[in-house]
C-alpha cells in the first residue's frame, strides 16, 4: 500500500510541475491572444500525455476544436518529421534543415527551445501566409511531450504578426547582447593572437640581430 501511494504522489507531482510551467508561462503575457494560444498547445500535449498518439487524428479533424482558421496543431517527433499538420501534403516529410527567408533554422531553433528543463518555449520566424508568397512573422509556441509510449513529441502551434510581448522583446535583446559578447571574445583572442604573433617575431629578430651582433 505504501509503494501504491508513493507512486500516486510521484505521479502528482510530475502533473503539478508541469501545470506550474504552463501557468507561469501564461502569467508572463499580456496579452489575450497569446495566453490562449499557449493553453492551446498545452491541452493538445496534455491529451496526448494521457492518450498517446490515437489522438493524433483528433488534431486534424475540420471544424473541430483544434483546428480553426489559423490555430492548428502541428507535431514534430524529436528528429524533425511532421506527424501531424493540416496541409496533409507535409504530413511525413523532415522539418529538420527547414529554414525561413533569412536562414534561420525553424525547426532546430523550435528544437532547441525545448530542450531545457522549461520544455517550452517561443520562436519567431518569417514566413508566407497560406495562399500568399510574402513572408510574415509568425511566431510559435511550443512544448514537449512524452507519450505513454514513452516517445517524446514537439506539440506547436503558431500566429501571424501577433502582438510583441515584453518577454519576446526581452528574448531577443538577451539573444543579441549573447551575440555580442561572443563576437567581442572572439575578436579579443584574435587581437589577443595577432599581439603575442607579433611579439615572438619582434623576439625573433632581437635574438637574431643580438646574435650577429656577438658575432661581430
Same mark, same amino acid.
Given at each position: 500500500?505504501?509503494?501504491?501511494?508513493?507512486?500516486?504522489?510521484?505521479?502528482?507531482?510530475?502533473?503539478?510541475? #508541469?501545470? /506550474?510551467?504552463?501557468?507561469?508561462?501564461? &502569467?508572463?503575457?499580456?496579452? !489575450?491572444?497569446?495566453?490562449?494560444?499557449?493553453?492551446?498547445?498545452? *491541452?493538445?500535449?496534455?491529451?496526448?500525455?494521457?492518450?498517446?498518439?490515437?489522438?493524433?487524428?483528433?488534431?486534424? %479533424?475540420?471544424?473541430?476544436?483544434? #483546428?480553426?482558421?489559423?490555430?492548428?496543431?502541428? @507535431?514534430?517527433?524529436? *528528429?524533425?518529421?511532421?506527424?501531424?499538420?493540416?496541409?496533409?501534403?507535409?504530413?511525413?516529410? !523532415?522539418?529538420?534543415? &527547414?529554414?525561413?527567408?533569412?536562414? %534561420?533554422?525553424?525547426?532546430?531553433?523550435?528544437?532547441?527551445?525545448?530542450?531545457?528543463? !522549461?520544455? #517550452?518555449?517561443?520562436?519567431?520566424? &518569417?514566413?508566407?501566409?497560406?495562399?500568399? =508568397?510574402?513572408?510574415?512573422?509568425?511566431?510559435?509556441? $511550443?512544448?514537449?511531450?512524452?507519450?505513454?509510449? *514513452?516517445?517524446?513529441?514537439?506539440?506547436?502551434?503558431? &500566429?501571424?504578426?501577433?502582438?510583441?510581448? %515584453?518577454?519576446?522583446? =526581452?528574448? @531577443?535583446?538577451?539573444?543579441?547582447? /549573447?551575440? @555580442?559578447?561572443?563576437?567581442?571574445? @572572439?575578436? *579579443? /583572442?584574435?587581437?589577443?593572437?595577432?599581439?603575442?604573433?607579433?611579439?615572438?617575431?619582434?623576439?625573433?629578430?632581437?635574438?637574431?640581430? $643580438?646574435?650577429?651582433?656577438? $658575432?661581430?
Amino acid at each position: 500500500m505504501r509503494k501504491y501511494i508513493c507512486c500516486l504522489l510521484a505521479v502528482a507531482a510530475i502533473l503539478l510541475q #508541469s501545470y /506550474s510551467i504552463s501557468f507561469c508561462e501564461t &502569467l508572463k503575457m499580456k496579452y !489575450n491572444v497569446t495566453k490562449k494560444l499557449i493553453s492551446f498547445v498545452d *491541452d493538445a500535449a496534455a491529451l496526448i500525455e494521457k492518450d498517446g498518439e490515437k489522438v493524433f487524428e483528433e488534431f486534424i %479533424k475540420p471544424g473541430s476544436i483544434w #483546428s480553426h482558421g489559423e490555430t492548428y496543431i502541428i @507535431i514534430f517527433d524529436m *528528429d524533425g518529421r511532421c506527424l501531424v499538420h493540416t496541409d496533409f501534403e507535409q504530413v511525413g516529410k !523532415n522539418h529538420l534543415n &527547414l529554414k525561413d527567408v533569412n536562414g %534561420k533554422p525553424i525547426f532546430r531553433s523550435i528544437a532547441k527551445k525545448v530542450s531545457g528543463s !522549461n520544455k #517550452s518555449g517561443w520562436t519567431h520566424y &518569417l514566413w508566407p501566409k497560406p495562399q500568399s =508568397v510574402f513572408p510574415s512573422w509568425k511566431s510559435v509556441y $511550443a512544448t514537449r511531450v512524452k507519450a505513454p509510449s *514513452d516517445k517524446e513529441y514537439i506539440v506547436t502551434c503558431g &500566429l501571424y504578426n501577433m502582438k510583441m510581448e %515584453k518577454k519576446f522583446i =526581452v528574448e @531577443i535583446v538577451n539573444k543579441a547582447v /549573447s551575440f @555580442i559578447k561572443k563576437r567581442r571574445e @572572439i575578436c *579579443d /583572442s584574435g587581437i589577443h593572437s595577432r599581439g603575442q604573433n607579433k611579439r615572438i617575431r619582434m623576439g625573433r629578430l632581437h635574438v637574431g640581430k $643580438a646574435g650577429r651582433d656577438k $658575432a661581430c
